[in-house]
């Protein structure tokens, strides 16, 4: 499993871990997310009966990837929130939508398993544009959104790039020419 790191450590991040491995099938990726930690110090939104894309789940806790083909300048990124609902937002490039993107049909449901030291997700999503790919092929930033309760926001990732935290820098991808 890939372990992600805060952006600014502090005394709260410390007290969390988040892991995530991600698995490449011919038409889709898997996705394991685990986060440990005193999980009833994170605010959770409530899980809802119908889950479906939601717009902004970054404002609260939530886990997220990035995926772009290497040698192209699009990528893709896709949100989870522990309400179950999920968010996806092509770019042509660096923070630049694309104009109408394709309908994506509804994620198959999402598997998210809580308790008071762990918070668990297993997902699976297509993989970038219908477009077939390996690993090899494939770069990728996992990242994380950690509300605290006491207001406090964690940015986690596996590399952090820039002066601030921004997942969309490619160069804090991994993958293709990256270490993983």
Partial sequence: MDQLRPFAPSPASAAFQVLCDVDVRAEALDLRYRVQGPIDDLVLPIPVANPG?????WTTT???IFLQVSGQKAYEEWNFGPSGNWAHYP??????????????KPLEPMQWI???HQLLLQVSIPLPSGVAVDKLALRYGITAVLHLKTGEKQYWALDHAGEKPDFHLAASFQG?????
């Fill in 62 to 64: 939530c886990l997220e």
């Fill in 91 to 104: 770019f042509q490039s660096y923070r630049q939508p694309i104009p109408a993107p394709q309908k994506l």
């Fill in 176 to 180: 293709e020419g990256r270490p993983a």
């Fill in 53 to 57: 894309f939601r717009d902004e789940l």
């Fill in 114 to 116: 809580r308790n008071d």
